[in-house]
């Protein structure tokens, strides 16, 4: 991968953390403020908890993102990025073009995959 290409990932990669750790320190804020609601109704109670834990999951979801965002940016670093962890052969700039933050190659994650569904792990 040329550095031309490296520069383009990276780019890329910087934008969508920026923006996650914008929208995490904004939902920080939403959390801490709805902590303190204190609804009357137990309809309302049951309704906001469940908005609540929605959110929650959604910003657990996120957070794994920004992890495997740092990775990748720090793969860019060392020299790694692209190269698959499972056969350590090039990945498809397609492949990488559509999942940025991907570390294995469309066979080895196909392979991964398909393990995960067997042993259910």
């Known amino acids: ?38 609804e009357a109704d137990p309809l309302d109670r049951a309704t906001e908890e469940e908005a609540r834990n929605n959110q929650l999951r959604f910003r657990g979801r996120e957070s794994r993102l920004i992890t495997k965002i740092k990775k990748r940016l720090q793969a860019i670093d060392e020299g790694t990025y692209g190269i698959c962890e499972g056969c350590e052969e090039p990945i498809a700039m397609a492949r990488l073009n559509a999942r940025p933050v991907t570390s294995y190659c469309i066979d080895c994650k196909t392979k991964q995959e398909a393990y995960e569904r067997v042993t259910g792990s």
């Open 1 to 38: 991968m040329n550095k031309k290409d490296l520069d383009h990932f990276k780019n890329m990669l910087q934008d969508e953390l920026d923006v996650l750790l914008a929208k995490a320190g904004i939902a920080v804020v939403e959390l801490i403020g709805s902590v303190y609601t204190n």
